[in-house]
C-alpha cells in the first residue's frame, strides 16, 4: 500500500460506502500461515485460511426508519439545537473523532468533498468543492495537478489561492499542530506524498523541516501533489473534512477553534466540554455565485448550537419532549430504549435505523502477556456471545451479531463470525495460553450505551477464566490513553468505520504494522505484503474477493483484533426536524436539516 488510510474512532457511527463484493471461492497466493486441515497446538481445531473457509450466511436487518421524502423547498431559519455526551480531543478540525466531522462537514469546504456529504447519503462519489474540477492525474499517476474556482473568498474578503492549500496542509500533517491524543490522525491518508515521512519526523522532533514536500503551488491557482508511488485513492483523502482551506497566515481561534475558511457557516463559540455554535456565513452566497455546489434545500439553518456533556439517557428525554433535535453521537437511544422508542406510537417517523459501515472490536494488547499468545486471544474471540451483546445493544433495529474485520457489505461470502461463541473452548485456551485468574484492564467509552456493552463482555470474559477490571475513559481521553505505549491496558472496545468503500479502510490502520489505529500493536510484514498485493490490483470483484478472503484468514490465523458487533445508527429526531438525512462518511447531515416553526 502507498499509504496506511482509514476510518476513525467515532462516536456517531460514522464511515464511508461501500460496494458489493462478488468473493472468487479460491484465492490465489494467500497463504497466511499454517496449510489447509493442520492443528493448532492450542488444541483449537483445524486452521482455517482463504481458501478453505466455510461460508455461513449473513444475518440482515431491516432498514426500519427509512429516510423522509426530500423536502426540496424545506422552511428556512431557525437554530438547530444538538448535544453530546462526551467531548472530543479538541475542535481545531484535526480530530478524527465522527461528532467533529460531522461539524466541519457542515461548515468548512475543501478542495473536494463527498457527495455522501449532501447529496447523496448512500453515496461515496467526490466532487469539486474549491477545485474547478477533478484532478488532473499523470500517466504514470504520480503528479496530481488541481486548479481552483475562480473568485473565491474566504470571510475577510481574501482571495483564496494556491498558497493557501499549500499551507492548510501543513497544518493538517504537521504532528506540532496536533490534538491532546497525539499523532497527526490525517497523516496516513498523505503518506504517499513525497518526502512526507521525512519532513513529519523533522517536524515531529522540532526540527526546521522546510516547506511540505509533495505539495506545491505551481502559480496563484494551480497545486501539484507529487507522490512517490500511485495511489488511486487520493481523491478520497483530499475530501476529508480536515482537509479544508484556510489563510495562509492565519491562526487557530479562542478555545482550540480553527482558523477562518471557505464555507456556508462558522464557528462563533468554542467552549470545549461545554458549547459549541455555529452561525450562518455572509459572504457564502458569493462562494455560491462563483460556483461552490449547494442544493436548494440545503443550509436552511441559521445555526447550529451543541451542547457538551448531555447524558444519552437525558438526550433520548429531551429529543422526545422538543427541547433538544437530535444527537452528535451514537447510543441515542441504546439498549432496551431502542425497543421502547419503537413502540412508541408518538415517535412515529422520528426513529431512524441506517446501515453504519462500522465494526464494534476488542483491541488486544498483543505487545504483553497475556495477549502476546495466540491461545489467549483465540480465547477472546471464543469467549463473546455475541448473539447476546447485539440484543443487549437494542437487537436487529441497532445491529448485528458480528464477527468479521469488514462490515456487511464489503465481507462478500465469508462467514460473517469465524469464530463461534464456545465458552467451554475459550477457557481451554485461557489454560493453554497459562492466564487463568490472571487481571487484564477493560477500556471503554464513559457514555452509559459503552458501558453497558462492556459489562456484558467483561462477564463473558470472566466466565473464560480471566480476572476482568473494567476502566471507564471519558470519549475524550481515550485515543490519547490508547496510544500511550506506557497505558496499562489489556482490551479496549472501539468503533471503526470506514471513509471510503475498500477494505484498505479497515486493514491499513487496524493491522498493518504501524497502523494509525492499531493500537495493540500486532504487525505481520508478510500480512502487509499481502494487503499491498491485493489493494495493487485494478478494481474488480477479484480484488474485492481476495481482500476479504483475507479478513478471514488474518483472524484465523492470528486473531489480532475480536470483531464482536456491526452497529446500525440509530437516531431519534425532534417533530421539529425537516429532510433528516444521516450518512457513513460524515454523520447527521446538518446541511440537508431544516426545522418547522422557525423565524
Do not use: K
Request: charged share 20%; proline share 9%.
Amino acid at each position: 500500500m502507498s499509504a496506511v488510510r482509514g476510518g476513525r474512532y467515532v462516536d456517531g457511527g460514522t464511515g464511508g460506502g461501500r460496494r458489493l463484493v462478488l468473493a472468487l471461492a479460491v484465492v490465489v497466493g494467500l497463504a497466511l500461515a499454517a496449510g489447509c486441515g493442520e492443528s493448532p497446538a492450542d488444541g483449537g481445531g483445524a486452521v482455517l485460511t482463504a481458501s478453505t473457509v466455510e461460508v455461513e450466511p449473513t444475518a440482515a436487518a431491516g432498514d426500519a426508519g427509512s429516510f423522509p421524502p426530500l423536502q426540496e423547498r424545506p422552511p428556512r431559519g431557525g437554530v438547530l439545537r444538538v448535544a453530546l455526551a462526551d467531548d472530543i480531543d479538541c475542535w481545531s478540525g484535526l480530530s478524527w473523532y465522527g461528532a467533529s466531522w460531522t461539524v466541519f462537514g457542515f461548515a468548512a469546504r475543501g478542495l473536494y468533498g463527498h457527495l455522501d456529504a449532501t447529496d447523496a447519503p448512500t453515496g461515496a462519489a467526490v466532487r469539486p468543492e474549491l477545485a474547478e474540477d477533478m484532478p488532473l492525474v499523470s500517466e504514470d499517476g504520480l503528479t496530481w495537478t488541481v486548479r481552483l474556482r475562480e473568485g473565491l473568498r474566504f470571510p475577510d474578503g481574501s482571495a483564496v489561492d494556491a498558497d493557501d492549500v499549500v499551507a492548510s496542509f501543513e497544518r493538517l500533517l504537521d504532528p506540532a499542530a496536533q490534538c491532546a491524543s497525539g499523532g497527526a490522525p490525517a497523516s496516513g491518508y498523505y503518506a504517499g506524498l513525497t518526502g512526507y515521512p521525512e519532513w513529519a519526523a523533522a517536524r515531529a522532533a522540532g526540527e526546521d523541516a522546510g516547506p511540505l514536500p509533495g505539495v506545491r503551488a505551481v502559480d496563484a491557482a494551480t497545486v501539484e501533489f507529487a507522490l512517490g508511488t500511485p495511489d488511486p485513492d487520493l481523491a478520497y483523502a483530499l475530501a476529508m473534512p480536515w482537509a479544508f482551506i484556510h489563510p495562509a497566515d492565519a491562526a487557530g481561534g479562542e478555545g482550540g477553534a480553527p482558523p477562518p475558511f471557505v464555507g456556508p457557516y462558522r464557528l462563533v463559540e468554542v467552549a470545549p466540554g461545554a458549547r459549541i455554535a455555529l452561525e450562518r456565513e455572509p459572504g457564502w452566497a458569493a462562494n455560491v455565485a462563483a460556483g461552490m455546489p449547494e442544493a436548494p434545500w440545503q443550509n436552511a439553518l441559521d445555526g447550529v448550537e451543541l451542547e457538551i456533556g448531555v447524558a444519552e439517557g437525558l438526550q433520548v428525554a429531551r429529543i422526545a419532549a422538543g427541547t433538544l433535535d437530535a444527537s452528535l453521537g451514537a447510543g441515542v437511544p441504546h439498549g432496551a430504549q431502542v425497543q421502547r422508542a419503537e413502540a412508541d406510537p408518538a415517535l412515529a417517523g422520528r426513529l431512524f435505523s441506517t446501515p453504519a459501515a462500522t465494526i464494534l472490536f476488542a483491541a488486544l494488547r498483543a505487545d504483553r502477556p497475556p495477549f502476546d499468545r495466540l491461545e489467549a486471544r483465540r480465547a477472546v474471540a471464543h469467549a463473546v456471545d455475541r448473539a447476546a451483546l447485539a440484543r443487549r445493544a437494542g437487537g436487529p433495529f441497532a445491529g448485528l451479531a458480528w464477527g468479521q474485520l469488514l462490515p456487511p457489505g464489503l465481507v462478500g461470502d465469508q462467514p460473517s463470525e469465524p469464530y463461534g461463541f464456545d465458552p467451554a473452548r475459550a477457557r481451554a485456551l485461557v489454560r493453554a495460553a497459562g492466564a487463568h485468574g490472571t487481571p487484564v484492564v477493560l477500556v471503554h467509552g464513559a457514555a452509559a450505551s459503552e458501558a453497558e456493552i462492556a459489562r456484558v463482555v467483561a462477564r463473558d470474559l470472566a466466565a473464560a477464566g480471566l480476572s476482568v477490571r473494567q476502566r471507564a475513559v471519558p470519549g475524550h481521553l481515550i485515543a490519547g490513553v490508547l496510544r500511550d505505549p506506557a497505558a496499562t491496558w489489556h482490551i479496549a472496545l472501539l468503533p471503526w468505520t470506514g471513509n471510503y468503500p475498500d477494505a484498505t479502510a479497515w486493514f491499513g490502520p487496524l493491522l498493518t504494522c504501524g497502523g494509525g489505529a492499531d493500537v495493540g500493536g500486532w504487525c505481520d510484514p508478510d500480512f502487509d505484503r499481502h494487503v499491498a498485493e491485493a489493494a495493487a490490483l485494478p478494481p474488480s470483484p477479484e480484488r474485492d474477493a481476495q481482500l476479504a478472503a483475507l479478513a478471514t484468514a488474518v483472524l484465523v490465523d492470528h486473531a489480532p483484533l475480536v470483531p464482536l458487533l456491526a452497529p446500525r445508527h440509530v437516531a431519534l429526531v425532534s417533530a421539529r426536524v425537516v429532510n433528516y438525512r444521516w450518512g457513513p462518511v460524515l454523520g447527521l447531515h446538518l446541511g440537508d436539516l431544516a426545522v418547522r416553526g422557525a423565524g
